[in-house]
């Protein structure tokens, strides 16, 4: 468990010394315990030993005050090392992610990394300041009381020590029963809450359809796994739990009747053994939260390896010495792709000029969006290439690859600002004049005039206060604010009323009247129509390409698929 921490928090030196300073307080707290032999036996001869009961007393006094200071040393460096891992981990998460490609992202449940930084870094934290050093205190304790027994008599030590061994084994035999049903519960309840949110986001689906009360199956399944893994885990710590109690019991029981036997043989004078009994009812104590600490231990050992699961993850590779594109066109060279096993993408060659528009079409799940993926390097390709400017984009340093692209998504996602925060940051010195301009290009200056708030309306988390179409045209607006020579657009499927449809087309062609290159997945038949090149995709394979008029007249798979577009809207509903 600490070589883990120390993978993810490497400070050797803090871990150190509050192994060093918990010891000691354990320490101490058992020399307290064995001190009480000789001051019960002081006093409980007779005559009672006054003078030699004062001195003990002080003695007790002096050692139980350094077991105090002991106990605030070792918080001293605890606690600041709690929050000083609470705030390293948590930065080191914020700035791992994001360097970690956007293909990882794409795979996270909702809710996971959530609570990764909120609730597995406390944790994580919590065994350092307290749980850990508490047990390597716990366990010094009654190894000083057995070692002070043995001294004093070597049967009752051998007693105090009998019951070590099992418990010792019953821990071990714990430790992994506690490891699995921890991680299945943590598991299940990532499920339930990631289908907790999708059921409520999925609200307006549930009403328009008339299910409101019908239950979600995913989320019952869900909330399901997460009560039996709850009962799973009780039931199977159930077991180890009575175990470890009844060897602490057992292990009690044999100091008091080798006490006993003792006493009743004239072995062992009373007082010894009446003070041998107080120790041993004391030295329970500790045997008792050793399990307790040691059951934290494993539950927080799981919300670290959480941890250390994103922190290990790895980014994509950088090259060594990286090359700057010599323009602006895009090649994809043979390139085949697989979200698992199933190709997605299939030995696929494309030529996108530079500074032209080139819509990508093609039926539901032929990798349209796949390819606008990696192009931004969502992903590496499996095999092939592609290029910018000449210059692989596995060679081009990510920041620099970031500069050369902006990327405009469906599910485009607004900060919880203003519409000025959410163009802003795309270049955060922009002018206002600046950000006026990408705004009129985009359309966007006609939401923000029909706003009260103006510039400072604020678009909602996620961009819930926007429509669709607003949203998508906040995004265009930032592509063109962000002033990057290649846009990446995967166009808006939900139907845009006429005014936002016309608002975003503008804006594309803003974009491509600016000289991007623009590639676009496209589903509207005015920006395919107007695309200086049509790529048609089927099955991951470039079936068809050229503009829409060679593509027509060759009356292949395109001009079928425009068939269909062009019937879908002029289609209407009739009385
Ligand atoms: N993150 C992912 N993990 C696994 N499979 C995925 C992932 N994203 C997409 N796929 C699968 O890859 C295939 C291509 O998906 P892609 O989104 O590229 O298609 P598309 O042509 O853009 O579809 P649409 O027009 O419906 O948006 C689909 O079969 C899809 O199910």
Same mark, same amino acid.
């Given at each position: ?22 010891t ?9 315990l ?10 409980l ?67 996971r ?8 870094? *406390? &944790? ?91 239950? /979600? ?22 077991? *180890? ?10 292990g ?11 006493a ?47 922190l ?6 950088? *090259?060594?010495?990286?090359? &700057? ?13 697989g ?38 390097? /969502? ?5 092939g ?24 998504? !469906?599910?485009?996602?607004? /900060? ?19 950000l ?30 926007? &429509?669709?179409?607003?949203? !998508? ?7 063109l ?55 048609f ?6 079936v ?8 027509l &007249? ?22």
């Open positions: 468990m600490i070589r883990r921490i120390l993978q993810v928090w490497p400070h050797p030196g803090t871990i150190n010394a509050l192994a060093v300073r918990y000691l307080s354990g320490v101490l707290q058992g020399v307290v064995v001190m009480l032999l000789p001051l019960l036996r002081a006093l001869s007779q005559p009672i030993r006054v003078d030699e009961a004062l001195w003990w007393l002080v003695a007790i006094a002096v050692v139980g005050t350094a077991h105090l200071a002991s106990v605030w040393w070792g918080h001293a460096v605890g606690y600041p090392a709690a929050n000083r891992i609470m705030r390293d981990l948590q930065h080191d998460l914020g700035d791992h992610l994001g360097r970690l490609p956007l293909g990882w992202h794409v795979n996270q449940t909702p809710g990394i959530a609570r990764v930084v909120a609730q597995n870094t *406390p &944790s994580a934290a919590g065994i350092v300041s307290h749980v850990w050093p508490e047990r390597i205190a716990a366990i010094a304790t009654p190894a000083t009381v057995a070692l002070g027994v043995l001294v004093v008599d070597w049967r009752i030590g051998l007693a105090f020590l009998a019951a070590v061994p099992a418990a010792v084994l019953v821990m071990r035999w714990s430790a992994p029963i506690i490891r699995d049903t921890q991680c299945r519960m943590d598991q299940a309840s990532e499920e339930a809450a990631a289908h907790a949110i999708e059921f409520a986001q999925a609200q307006p689906v549930f009403r328009a359809t008339g299910r409101a009360g019908a239950g /979600f199956a995913p989320m019952e399944r869900a909330l399901d796994e997460q009560r039996q893994a709850f009962r799973h885990a009780l039931a199977r710590h159930t077991l *180890p739990q009575y175990a470890y109690v009844g060897i602490v019991q057992v009690f029981t044999l100091v008091v009747v080798t006490g006993a036997w003792l009743t043989r004239g072995a062992l004078a009373v007082p010894e053994t009446v003070a041998i009994l107080v120790l041993a009812s004391r030295f329970i104590e500790p045997l008792t939260a050793i399990a307790s600490l040691s059951g934290a231990i494993q539950v927080a050992d799981v919300a670290l390896e959480r941890v250390s699961t994103i290990t993850a790895s980014p994509l590779p950088e *090259p060594v010495t990286g090359r &700057s594109p010599a323009g602006h066109d895009i090649v994809l060279d043979s390139v085949c792709f979200y698992e096993q199933t190709r997605v993408i299939d030995d696929l060659s494309a030529v996108i000029p530079a500074g032209r528009l080139t819509a990508i079409v093609g039926p539901s799940g032929s990798g349209k969006t796949t390819i606008l993926r990696l192009i931004a390097r /969502f992903w590496d390709a499996d095999r290439a592609i290029r910018i400017g000449g210059a692989d984009i596995r060679e081009i340093p990510t920041p620099e690859l970031m500069r050369t692209l902006a990327i405009v998504f !469906q599910d485009t996602y607004l /900060f919880d600002g203003s519409i000025e925060d959410n163009l802003r940051i795309a270049a955060p010195g922009a002018t206002t004049q600046r006026h301009r990408a705004a009129a290009a985009a359309r966007l200056d006609d939401i923000v005039e029909r706003h009260p708030d103006g510039w400072k309306a604020r678009t909602g988390e996620g961009g819930i206060a926007l &429509s669709g179409g607003e949203r !998508q045209r906040v995004a265009i607006a930032r592509a604010l962000k002033d990057t020579p290649i846009v990446l657009l995967d166009e808006a499927t939900a139907a845009l009323d006429p005014q936002n449809e016309a608002a975003v087309s503008a804006g594309i062609s803003a974009l491509v009247a600016a000289g991007r290159t623009v590639v676009i997945v496209a589903h509207k038949i005015t920006t395919i129509q107007h695309a200086d090149q049509i790529l995709l089927d099955g991951g394979r470039l068809e390409a050229g503009d829409h008029d060679t593509l &007249s060759a009356d292949g798979r395109y001009a079928d698929f425009w068939r269909e577009r062009h019937t879908a809207a002029e289609w209407s509903i009739r009385r």
